[in-house]
Structure formats: structure tokens, C-alpha cells
């Protein structure tokens, strides 16, 4: 369906040979509804496990919410949807993906679910987040409960001013609020250090913010 303009409404109910029983596509594959400008929802995805990567990218998309079957995403899967302005992730799903969001500049309402570890490189890169509040990850496991965030990872996001990370944010990395130029107040653990282990130092390239350390 990749480039199909025009394309509005998906049903992935498929009636089996006895006409009655339906059975949902588990599996969206990279690219699937590409440049779909017309596609407005997901409501289709129900029972789906995996979605591919850039499968909805530069769609029409203007609410996401993702089933609590999905448990995982691909990178760039709704990359520079100019529409989307919320997004609800389920929470089986741990990890957000390179670019997973990056350049959807009306996005300004996201749920991250309760599970998510990890933040991938320029994952919402020049998105219109206005504020980030990432849920604290407890199991108990403090290993296990680490969550990092990657590179680049919220770069230009020019409307976001505050940022509260958990204390079990271990990693951040280089240059992730770079461009943000309406930040001012970053909450984070005196234990967050850069991917080498260092103490940060590379965040932004901008010296208007203000580091809050939160005690564990």
C-alpha cells in the first residue's frame, strides 16, 4: 500500500473458509502504508505483534494508539507523520526505535507505557513535545529497571521547556536535547552518565538550561 494516497480506511479482518471465524494480521511489515496521507487511524492494528520499520511513515495518521499485543517496533515507524499529535505505546513494549517519531512536529501528547528501557538514537528528533515526564521503570531488578536514551534522541524539539527523567535513567547520550532552545529546567539522577561512562557533558550545545539532580 506504500504511496496510496488515497487510501482512508484498512480492515485486517480475514474471514477463514468456514465464513464465520476472523483472523487479524499479526505482522506489519516495513513500508506497508508509506506515504498513505490519507490513512487518519490505526484502530486496524487490534491483535497485531510487530509493526516493521517505516511502515507508517509519512502517513496521514493523527492518533496512535497501539495495541497491548504489540511488543515490537521497528525505526522510523511513524517518521515524519506531519499530522500525528498523539500516541499512546503499549505496555509490553520496551524499546522505541531510531527515529521511531522523529520530525512528526505536531506531536505533543505521548504516553510511553510503563516498561520502556531504552530511547533509540534521534527517536523523537524535531517532534512539538512540550514537555517529557519518561514513567519510572520498577521490578525491583535495578539492572533490569536501567532505561537509556540514545543519541540525539530528542534533538530539536524547539517547544520543549522541562524535563523530568527517572532516577534508573542510566544513560544518556550525546547531544540528546541538542537544539532544544526553549529548555529550561533537566531533572536527572547524579548517577546518569554519558555511553562511556563519563559524567555528562554533551547533552545540548546551548548553555540556557538548568540541571536539577534528583536523589535516587
Known sequence: FQNCSDLNKVNFDIPQSDGKTKQAIKDIVAYTFA??????????????????????????????????????MGEGVFAECKSLVGVKL??????????????????????FGKNIKEIGEGAFAGTGLTELKIPYRNTGNSDADNIIIGESAFSGCVALT?????????????????????????????????????????????????????DN
Open 35 to 72: 506515504g498513505c496521507s490519507s490513512l487518519k487511524n490505526t484502530s486496524f492494528l487490534k491483535e497485531t505483534v510487530s509493526i516493521g520499520s517505516y511502515a507508517f511513515m509519512g502517513s496521514g495518521v493523527e492518533n496512535a494508539v497501539i495495541p497491548d499485543t504489540v511488543t515490537s
Open 162 to 214: 522541562d524535563v523530568v527523567l527517572p532516577p534508573n535513567v542510566s544513560v544518556i547520550g550525546d547531544y540528546a536535547f541538542n537544539s532544544c532552545g526553549s529548555l529550561k529546567n533537566l531533572f536527572i539522577s547524579q548517577n546518569t552518565k554519558a555511553p562511556d561512562g563519563d559524567t555528562i557533558t554533551n547533552l545540548v550545545l546551548r548553555t540556557t538550561y538548568k540541571i536539577i539532580y534528583q
Open 90 to 111: 503499549p505496555d509490553g513494549l520496551e524499546a522505541i526505535s531510531k527515529g521511531m517519531f522523529s520530525q512528526d512536529t505536531s506531536l505533543t501528547r505521548f504516553d
